[in-house]
């Protein structure tokens, strides 16, 4: 119903068993809601600036409570925000968000305690890093409610020259959407996350050769031993004068490494397993006399490993620690050790392989293997992989092992061939009768 808005026609619009609105003639958006109960409202409405015709509607105050000039006044100022592209419903919504702490940054925390249990202690330590680092310094004060696909897509974008990093942002923050979403805090089929495309991950291999294992061992032994300067920090050069005042002059000097640290890097070099697997293992799950070893929880499940004699004999030699059930322990009583990045960075500066990773030593386990003539399915059990596609990633080693197995035997037979002296003997397969 249109009208000119007046006490008279106000009071003279009956209530009826659904929502009446009656809207004014004279100030576009401006009108009243009458509910079934008869309670009598000011509302304005309007198409949102910006959006594909959204529309809002926002109340502006009781009918009674609020004279017809002072409700079309209000409607007046809000009318003005629209046309200076505003959108008051949609910042009145953002500021009760914020005043009943349903930010970001709130909504991130009920969802981190929702996921105890569910999910295992790492991924829910992985969740927080990428929460405090990296989405919560731009989106934590922004009301749950209110975020859009350009947040999104800015965040996203904020970490293009990190692209694993960006797509596990963006994954994080999907994640925490769907479920405000199941919460009440947003509203159903709201999460824009699917629109954005995801970066392009360049899968990176960085394969260790014979040599650069062997600069490796003599880094650690000499950490072990001697002990080595720590890698250079990347930072402004301290003044002269901050060095006499703050720096002591045994700063720099090696002091010998922690002996455990040496010996999980020294064992994620024989086993390939991946660094969390290696410093949560527990004497309870290693059998030193059958070399096998049950990882009750890893990436993929529980898993059963077989190990090398190298290994085993590493962990022969460790000292056992009677306060600590765990076969690498740290400095926190009855806790196992957590960081050995420090120790791999020096290390790896120590050997001229700063482009190493941690991780790589996993990848060069495999490749020695393959190299080795092992099958991909052996590689995989032995790496922990549930699935087969994920050791087939090394499939091209098997090629070059097949290859250079081929120039070797092809090799002697041309030799054969040619009246020249066999470099490798061959011994001819026969057959006999019994």
Request: proline residues 6%; positive net charge; charged residues 25%.
């Amino acid at each position: 119903m249109i009208a000119k808005l007046t006490k008279r026609t106000i009071d003279a619009t009956p209530a009826a068993t659904s929502d009446v609105f009656l809207w004014d003639s004279a100030l576009k958006g401006f009108g009243v809601k009458i509910t079934p109960k008869n309670r009598r409202v000011f509302v304005f409405q309007y198409w949102a600036p910006n959006l594909n015709r959204v529309r809002r509607r926002m109340t502006i105050g009781p009918y009674g409570a609020l004279t017809v000039d002072q409700a079309r006044e209000a409607a007046q100022r809000l009318q003005g925000r629209v046309a200076n592209r505003e959108d008051p419903a949609s910042e009145l919504s953002a500021s009760r968000a914020a005043a009943r702490d349903e930010t970001v940054s709130a909504i991130s925390e009920e969802f981190l305690t929702d996921s105890e249990g569910k999910i295992k202690a790492s991924t829910a330590a992985g969740y927080k890093w990428l929460f405090d680092k990296a989405i919560l310094p731009t989106l934590g004060r922004k009301p749950i409610a209110q975020v859009t696909l350009k947040d999104v897509a800015a965040l996203h974008s904020k970490h293009k020259s990190r692209p694993y990093l960006a797509n596990r942002v963006l994954a994080l923050v999907s994640s925490l959407l769907s479920w405000s979403e199941t919460r009440g805090y947003r509203a159903r089929g709201s999460n824009p996350c699917a629109d954005i495309a995801r970066y392009p991950e360049a899968e990176r291999e960085r394969f260790l050769t014979v040599d650069e294992v062997a600069r490796l061992g003599a880094a650690l032994t000499k950490a072990e031993k001697e002990g080595i300067p720590p890698a250079p920090e990347k930072r402004e050069k301290p003044t002269s004068k901050e060095k006499a005042k703050h720096r002591p002059k045994s700063a720099d000097k090696p002091v010998p490494a922690d002996p455990f640290a040496v010996a999980a890097i020294r064992f994620l070099l024989l086993t390939g397993w991946r660094r969390n697997e290696a410093l949560t293992l527990r004497w309870a799950d290693v059998d030193l006399e059958r070399g096998t070893a049950t990882l009750p929880s890893t990436k993929t499940g529980r898993s059963h490993r077989a190990l090398g004699a190298p290994a085993v004999a590493l962990l022969a030699e460790l000292e056992r620690m009677a306060d600590s059930p765990y076969v690498f322990p740290g400095r926190v009583t009855g806790g196992h050790l957590s960081d050995i990045q420090r120790l791999w960075t020096a290390v790896r500066h120590a050997a001229n392989l700063s482009d190493v990773r941690l991780h790589d030593l996993r990848h060069g386990w495999a490749s020695f293997a393959i190299g080795g003539g092992y099958s991909l399915y052996l590689t995989g059990k032995l790496l922990g992989h549930s699935r087969s596609e994920t050791t087939a990633r090394y499939a091209h080693l098997a090629d070059d092992a097949r290859k250079a197995m081929a120039d070797n035997v092809s090799s002697v037979i041309d030799a054969a061939l040619r009246g020249k002296k066999r470099s490798t003997p061959v011994v001819p397969i026969t057959s006999r009768r019994a």
